[in-house]
């Protein structure tokens, strides 16, 4: 009799504990929505989290490709880039984004200088489906030359982020590419390449 009823007990533990874990991944996924949400920590100076990107996230007119994405007609929240695509990515993220709660409500939470779930392809795919599958359209940023067009950049190990950094101010007209960031990923390959070949 005694097998049985701790039997149960261990059973309604469980599902308490999944009842209660997937009503906080909800209430989360829901809160992280609000991207006042997300830079609502402290940090012990007393800066908001993220204070300076998020700044430069809402500027008008854009700044970066954060906040090209931003003033879309369908408002890019930061969750959308961050939140980690698939399962086991979003996953890591939200185990992350717990762990720094715990950190935060301790008083040893430090605001990071890296990510600890670093962006993929896949996260950018999400929206940009038109990039994963080729041929890539024509035209393209600098007056028709389009990095993505050419047959042997599509076999290059670069990722998406590496170019398309979205938090550091580049030219608007050539959809806010940092020449100084995308120089030297260009003369791996093109060791003469200059400045001078990116005006548009």
């Not at 800066?47 to 700044?63: I, M, N, S, T, W």
């Not at 041929?135 to 190990?157: C, I, T, V, Y």
Request: hydrophobic residues 35%.
């Amino acid at each position: 009799m005694g097998k049985w009823r701790w039997a149960r007990r261990l059973a309604l533990a469980g599902v308490v504990a999944l009842v209660s874990g997937t009503a906080a991944i909800a209430y989360v996924t829901h809160l992280e929505k609000d991207n006042q949400f997300c830079i609502a920590c402290h940090t012990p100076e007393g800066k908001r989290l993220h204070g300076e990107l998020f700044e430069r996230y809402d500027a008008k007119p854009p700044v970066n490709l954060s906040a090209a994405h931003a003033s879309a007609k369908k408002t890019v929240k930061c969750i959308d880039c961050h939140g980690g695509a698939g399962v086991e990515r979003r996953s890591r993220v939200l185990f992350i984004a717990a762990w720094d709660t715990l950190k935060y409500l301790t008083g040893r939470f430090k605001e990071p200088d890296r990510m600890a779930v670093p962006l993929r392809d896949r996260e950018c795919v999400q929206c940009h489906a038109d990039y994963e599958a080729g041929p890539f359209p024509e035209g393209g940023q600098a007056g028709g030359r389009d990095f993505h067009k050419h047959p042997d950049h599509r076999a290059l190990s670069s990722i998406c982020v590496e170019c398309h950094t979205a938090h550091v101010a580049g030219d608007p007209r050539l959809k806010f590419l940092n020449n100084t960031v995308v120089l030297p990923h260009c003369q791996r390959c093109h060791k003469q390449m200059g400045l001078e070949q990116f005006s548009g």
